[in-house]
């Protein structure tokens, strides 16, 4: 962690993967510090470092500066190390945290790929409760939110998800 203020190229990139991988939350304000970085492999290994910590901090740091980001090629950099923050946050047991990262970023300003990449972790995350947002997306107009709605039908499971997609 030391080493990051001296290091350049790929051995900055390498502490800051080993870093994420590590899931050092000391390191969240210095990664998240980085996400300003001109060097933009810089700034995208610690949007990743970030995301796969899965700590609620490093999720917050990353919405932050997606919200601000102006940038498309950033924005898209950003909004998968948020998608990876909310699977983190759910793999350790943190749902409720995981539900809001993926809701604001499936809500957020950025590609729809990556929208729906969030709509899909929201519905499966919410598992029975998801039901209601799964035939929303059945009943859409737009042609990709329909089709993730129907692949999500055939692999969500419970009585709820069967019902509400026969009805």
């Given at each position: 962690?030391?080493?990051?203020?001296?290091?350049?190229g790929e051995l900055k990139l390498g502490v800051i993967g080993t870093i994420g991988r590590r899931r050092d939350r000391e390191a969240v304000p210095h990664?998240?510090?980085?996400?300003?970085?001109?060097?933009?492999?810089?700034?995208?290994?610690?949007?990743?470092?970030?995301?796969?910590?899965g700590t609620t901090d490093a999720a917050d740091a990353l919405t932050t500066a997606l919200a601000a980001e102006e940038e498309p090629r950033r924005q898209e950099g950003l909004a998968a190390?948020?998608?990876l923050a909310g699977q983190r946050l759910a793999k350790s047991g943190n749902m409720k945290a995981a539900v809001g990262i993926v809701d604001h970023l499936r809500n957020a300003e950025i590609p729809q790929a990556y929208r729906l990449g969030a709509l899909q972790n929201a519905i499966r995350l919410r598992g029975e409760d998801g039901v209601e947002l799964l035939v929303k997306?059945?009943?859409?107009?737009?042609?990709?939110?329909?089709?993730?709605?129907?692949?999500?039908?055939?692999?969500?499971?419970?009585?709820k998800t069967t019902q509400a997609v026969a009805d």
């Open positions: 962690l030391e080493s990051l203020e001296n290091l350049e990664l998240t510090r980085l996400l300003e970085s001109s060097d933009a492999q810089v700034a995208a290994a610690a949007a990743v470092a970030l995301g796969a910590m190390a948020v998608l997306q059945l009943k859409s107009s737009d042609r990709d939110f329909f089709q993730a709605g129907l692949a999500l039908a055939r692999t969500l499971p419970g009585n």
